[in-house]
């Protein structure tokens, strides 16, 4: 009888166990399924405060450039280029203007007006290091401690993809270049398209048509007129899902463009420039 009654707190002892480990594993398996979902959204979450951070960054700077933009008497003072896939890293399209911005290139400058350009970095090397950056160029009238003459916007009407110097001074007012501006600096990565539109009006069908046109020679054309207000898309990427795009077209994946429109967003803003004697 003793003997019966052994084996069986045994076999109760043993039933306890198994039931025992199967409820850990139970809590176990629910505290991982609960872990990654934490961190699943926690990732998504990071990611899209990534997007809307690095969009807020780019149009907020644009906006401000852009409401500080200068009218003044001479022609030349904003460029809008629809873009030529013969302008090497400039080909994208590109928006140039003069701005009284509220901080200068440098502590030399003298003047709060610079010549304030936005362009995408055009390239087909994915592994190139300004491949997805909206890139910015500020030309103060002070380039170290020397006057800078790449700062020539008054009265000149001359734009284009490059420029010849004339005593020194760069017969264009804007060039997609760096031979009129100072180089371009990055601003934001992960950036799939920027575009722009500029109206005369709050009617979005009299929209000035950007430049398309090149003349021979120095590869000039006409200047843009100045617009009352200008429209501005920015198509980007978080940065994962942007390497992982990348790692897709490098492998020629026929899901790359549908991973990208899956993944990015597009943030648009008008700005109002207001009639400047336009």
């Known amino acids: 009888m003793n003997a019966f009654k052994v084996k069986l707190s045994l076999t109760f002892t043993l039933i306890e166990l198994i039931v025992s480990i199967v409820v850990l594993t139970l809590l176990a398996i629910g505290a991982v399924q609960f872990y990654n979902a934490a961190q699943n959204a926690w990732t998504q979450a990071e990611s899209k405060r990534e997007i809307f951070e690095n969009a807020r960054i780019a149009l907020d700077l644009i906006s401000r450039d852009l409401e500080s933009a200068y009218y003044g008497s001479g022609a030349g003072s904003f460029w809008h280029w629809k873009g030529n896939t013969d302008w090497n890293e400039y080909s994208n399209e590109l928006l140039a203007f003069v701005s009284d911005t509220p901080i200068p290139p440098n502590n030399s400058c003298t003047s ?120 501005v898309d920015i198509t980007l990427m978080d940065r994962s899902s942007w390497t992982k795009w990348v790692d897709l077209l490098k492998n020629s994946s026929t899901n790359a463009d549908a991973f990208r429109e899956e993944h990015q967003k597009t943030f648009s803003r008008m700005i109002f420039l207001d009639d400047r004697g336009q």
């Open 112 to 231: 709060n007006l610079c010549e304030i350009k936005y362009q995408l970095c055009y390239t087909e090397n994915l592994d190139d290091d300004k491949f997805g950056w909206l890139r910015r160029s500020v030309t103060g009238n002070y380039s170290g401690t020397s006057p800078n003459p790449k700062w020539n916007f008054f009265n000149n009407s001359t734009v284009g993809y490059t420029t010849n110097a004339i005593g020194g001074i760069p017969s264009a007012s804007f060039t997609a270049n760096s031979s009129s501006s100072e180089s371009y600096q990055k601003l934001i990565p992960y950036v799939l398209d920027v575009s722009f539109i500029c109206d005369t009006d709050t009617d979005p069908g009299a929209a000035i048509p950007p430049d398309t046109t090149t003349n021979s020679g120095a590869d000039a054309c006409n200047v843009t007129q100045f617009p009352n207000l200008v429209m």
